[in-house]
């Protein structure tokens, strides 16, 4: 709890109506952005680039606000490099917008057109959501990141940073709303939330009438907690317990290379592989030699008594590490029967992030693809390539795991909704 | 509050354990009925339609006692009405299960495909989403007809009916467990809440590792409740709080029966006209003579002071009526001035579902399609053909005045989602 959540109910009051009018600002400016011209929002993307180059001094100042207070809070080494405004950082932040500011505007597209028999013309026009409300934890570039996707599909996006990072999220957000003035566009279409307190999130989420999405996005329980109060719709993911399926009828020479390229090559992102899955059907050899390659690389394996037969370094496992993500050099490996065990362990323990078979066999594939319950199947590739860069969408918003609107990477078009356009000469209904 | 929930510990424990393993036998239903034939599904539809008929006398039984207890209730006629089984309500059931099994299904459409520069060939295909959750009120109908929708995309659903309906929903409910079975399908792919206690529907509305969606059907308080308790994203509509703008570039010809029928040809349904906008810019005799229309209809006309001067008959509205949704001969009746002042009234006060205008400038209808904030944007069309069936999708699962996923009227492919495939040759990540 922060200070204010205990101190007199008169703050309160007050701080229900800051949220009551960011919620009412975002929605005022929503329905004016939606229909600036693309030129418009590309303009203030490529002025935020250009601030924050210019007004590297202030954000550093800023920033170092921000660092003092993690190492006084003491915050690890990694927590404090995430925080960090390097040069690297910023000159990442800068080509992201770049990037954004030169994508195709979805918004606008007419699609789904139809006649019906009584003369009507029906179509579907893509439009903005409206309002998005984007709730994360430490890291300032989500700041810059989110805002450029949510404002290129011409939505209202309201930010409510980590308190690690409160200062330097500030002054990212000014630079940003002082970018939308110089392209013309209304500053309110950025909107920061000016307080760490926790209860502002929970006023927030309770904005069903303004805010139109809420996109939460950090560790698992700050999404749980997303979920569970708000009235908003949420488009999440809680964790990516990524699996790799190696097959008997995998080539080897892809196999390995992919296990550990999903496992090894950063393994704390969601899209890293978890748990490996190993068929019955595959040489036993050829599974010691998997495991031996994971090992040198630094893998500590948890198996199953099967799959600790193919060396003495793997140690037992329980099955409650099969939900786990372990975001680092861990891995569970598990022997299954063949493509009909892998989708069953993947169904059961799964987190329908992303999941991988290794085969040559064209059924097997097929059979895999369509039985495994994933937002993304990968067949003779690494579960890495989950990701909205990779996937051609030019940027990435988040990766859902839910079913609804979007599965898997999420760029400017999942930001977009549709409206019905029915054109008549007339007609009423008989 | 009912018997169950103020009885002992013991028995809501067993109640905890009737729901989980409804949510956890849906679930793997789900799984097993996503791979199934087209052909099989609509088989199932069409021995739904000969149970109907040939099970009549049992369904008459049943929906009996749910008449009789309404009766001892004091339902109202009407209420008891939408209740009753009668030959017109079972004929039109069967009509909407032979229409469904009549539409194509979508799942398995391939769509999004794109190559990658590493090789990596990526496409969309269309799945189903899972476990579908309906909770509705009264009429038994919702038995047959959100079931058959969800079933033709080959979702598990799980349904909960109100409690007057209760024994004629239990009895429609078995006889489609029986019909999946005839096809060769698991009957667990529908489930039924056997009980009329309401802890049931809070338990249900936390199952989100079983249930992927939730579509609530009845009243706005009902709907409230679900968004307010569930854990599950859901796709609702509040209310239908629709208007008709006539501007002064109307046609009149085309103005006066499409706000007679907006209004008065079913009100008591959601894409029913509940406020008029009126142009300051049109003509005072003509707008003398539209309200005259709506009187001579017998609707109660609630105005503001400029438009009380059109008849002495039009009452004094306060601002909050502008929020209502009356479902009866009752209408709001407002001056504007011009298309920016009825997109603004609308975008104040509107529910998002369906609003028109009657204009003959294409210039205002363009800029009213894009202003307007709604689900469905009407141009000289009556607001009642915000419908499925009127859309061309067959049938109608419920109308979403969200923004996320599906907007306006709801059809098959609204309960598919979709699912990234991703093929390689041993691709790794850099």
Redesign the interface.
Known sequence: MSETASSAPAAIESLEGVIDGIAANARRAS?LIQ?QPAASIDKALLAMASCLESDKARLREENGKDLEAGRRKGLSGAMLDRLALSDKALASMVTGLKEVAGLRSPVGDVFDE?V?PNG?T?HK?RVP??VIGIIYESRPNVTVDAAAICLKSRNAVILRGGSEAFHSNCALAELFSRSLLEAGLPAQALQFIPTTDRAAVEMLLRK?AEI??VIPRGGESLIRMV??KS?I???KHYKGVCHVFISRNA?L??AI??A??AKA?RPGVCNAMETLLLDSGLDLQVRKIIAAELIDKGVTLFGDDESRALSGAIEPINEENLYNEYLDLRLSIITVNGVEGAIAHI?KYGSRHTDAIVTESEDE?ALF???V??????????T???DGG???MGCEIGIST????S???MGVEDLT?????????????G
Chains 1, 2 share one sequence.
């Open positions: 329905l229909n139809r019906r009507l029906i026009v959501i409206g069903d139109d999405l979920v569970e009235r719709p949420v488009i080539d020479k892809k290379p992919i550990l390229n090559q169904n594939a693809a369509e039985r319950d994933t937002a993304s199947v990968m067949i003779n590739a690494s890495r390539f989950a990779e996937y051609g839910d079913k609804l609107h599965r898997g990477p909704t549709y409206k019905w356009v029915v054109r008549g000469n007339g007609q009423v209904r």
